[in-house]
């Protein structure tokens, strides 16, 4: 009797040291998701309803791959998976959520092929073909140098005999997308290398003052339609010019910023509006460095409404990093707000890595990508304290070939640490993405956990309008809108319809 009372007790011990361990290990699940990103948001009644729709769909994706793993399409190329993004109801109820705003972006690459297809339709627009397609509006031949012929395009469609062949060939050059990415761009130089080219063929064209003024309204345009209500963009500030070949200063360029703002905002009062990033190239000498910060001081008088901070970009890896400019911008620092990009890079331990280090001494108020930053656990603590904004772009990194498959981004490091992450789209137009939305869900399918759901979603948008440039007052509007359409999107959800 007595050892089969022994016996009971043994086993119903075991019962409890199981229950035990589980409700230890339910706790210690549960108090590690509280520390990511809007981890400790509390939904409401309402938005549970929408979690559970959302998150029903998540899973199945997830689980999909979990299961067959050549199937998950966030471990191949985006060009692969672009196109069936669309089927997605994840995708499809992350695009109607407002999103807050995009604070990563750069105005030339916003907009894709077929609207740069469009453009190459109105009148007055040369082509002459070398080894680029160089594009320029004017009232007469251009007199800028190449090696064939300047022609209106106008006059080619007219004569070349197939239009579309013409057109289709001349489309590639203004996106990224292959079918054969692994065997086009083999390594990050190949991939930037076109990206560049990119820029250097539809920047003439685009600088055509009244085309520029309409592209940024537009942008606005897609931005809005992707339930996103205010954007800072970032601009080398080309000079714009005419015609007849007149040039304007860059402060014009930053005024037709203006001047499409206020126009948009006025066709559209509730976007909220936005401001512009100063981002010349980093492949500069000190002395062009000066004089960038002599421009951006200027944009700070003239339009300081418009005008957030002052950033350096190209290719980091080939430099130049921030401390080749210490002197000019340790001088500058006081005046200016610095947005850097800072580690965009998988080389740890170089220039372009330690350049994270330049940006946090700098002062910056957010960083553009710091892909490298898990590498440096103080860097990691630093943003912390300082508050300092990431600005990851996934779909950016996979395209110029940081990463493959992104459930090796490291936003997932950042997310688990409650690091003040936003999420933006870098050049969505270059590789044929739309504005944000595509970015939002790779990040939340591919990159963040399984189990983060709308409250990181939630804490991504509120981060958006946190760490942007609006001061005091304009600020707290913006939260207030937000808020208000964040209500109204849980309010009128209905999961049927997705
Ligand atoms: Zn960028």
């Known amino acids: 009797m007595l050892s089969l009372i022994l016996h009971l007790s043994l086993i119903l011990c075991a019962f409890c040291d199981l229950a035990e361990y589980k409700s ?22 309402k938005e549970i309803i929408v979690n559970n729709c959302l998150m029903q769909y998540k899973f199945h994706e997830v689980d999909y791959g979990f299961n067959n793993p050549k199937y998950f399409n966030f471990s191949h190329h985006y060009f692969s998976y672009r196109e069936k993004i669309g089927q997605s109801k994840v995708y499809r109820i992350i695009k109607d959520m407002p999103k807050g705003a995009a604070l990563h972006v750069h105005d030339m690459g916003i907009l894709g092929p077929d609207y740069l297809m469009n453009i190459t339709y109105m009148n007055n627009l040369y082509v002459c073909l070398d080894k680029n397609v160089n594009l320029k509006f004017s009232n007469k031949t251009p007199q800028i140098p190449c090696e064939g012929q300047w022609q209106l395009i106008s006059k080619i469609r007219e004569t070349c005999g ?11 050059h203004f996106s990224l997308v292959v079918d054969n990415p692994d065997v086009v761009y083999p390594s990050i130089t190949e991939s930037w290398s076109t990206f560049m080219n990119y820029f250097i063929t539809v920047a003439p064209m685009l600088t055509y003052r009244p085309i520029w003024e309409q592209y ?3 942008v ?16 080398i500030l080309p000079k714009l010019y005419e015609l007849d070949g007149t040039e304007y200063d860059p402060l014009i360029t930053a005024k037709a910023y203006r001047k499409a703002v206020t126009r948009f905002t006025k066709d559209y009062p509730d976007f909220f509006g936005a401001k512009l990033i100063y981002a010349p190239s980093r492949q500069v000498d000190k002395v062009t460095v000066e004089e960038y910060i002599k421009l951006a001081k200027r944009l700070k008088e003239d339009v300081p409404d418009i005008f957030a901070g002052f950033d350096l970009v190209g290719q980091e ?16 620092k006081g005046d200016l707000n610095f947005f850097f990009h800072a580690g965009e890079t998988d080389w740890y331990g170089t220039s372009t890595d ?13 960083l553009g990508h710091a892909y490298a930053l898990p590498k440096h656990p103080l860097l990691m603590k630093e ?34 640490h409650g690091l003040p992450v936003v999420l933006s789209s870098d050049d969505p137009g270059a590789w044929e993405a739309d504005p944000i939305s595509e970015d939002f869900y790779v990040a939340f399918v591919g990159v963040a956990s399984r189990s983060s759901d709308l409250r990181m979603l939630k804490a991504l948008a509120l981060n958006s309008l946190k760490y942007s440039a609006l ?21 009128k959800f209905n999961c049927a319809s997705y």
């Open 220 to 235: 606005l345009y897609k931005f809005r339609e992707n339930n996103i209500m205010y954007l800072e963009v970032r601009s």
């Open 317 to 332: 890896d080939l430099g130049n990093p921030l401390i080749e400019f210490l002197p000019q911008l340790t001088a500058a």
């Open 162 to 172: 197939n239009v579309t062949k013409f057109d289709a060939e001349l489309r590639k």
């Open 354 to 366: 330690e350049n994270l280090f330049d940006a946090i001494l700098l002062g910056a108020k957010r």
């Open 471 to 491: 001061g005091g007052q304009n600020k707290n509007d913006a939260n207030k809108k937000f808020i208000t359409r964040w209500n109204d999107f849980v309010e």
């Open 24 to 45: 230890k290990r339910d706790k210690l699940i549960e108090d590690e998701y509280r520390l990511t990103l809007g981890g400790n948001i509390n939904l409401t009644e």
């Open 383 to 416: 943003v912390l304290k300082n508050d300092i904004g990431i600005e990851v772009n996934v779909i950016s990194n996979t395209v110029l070939s940081l990463v493959r498959d992104v459930r090796n981004h490291p936003l997932n490091i950042f997310l688990a």
């Open 216 to 218: 940024f309204y537009d």
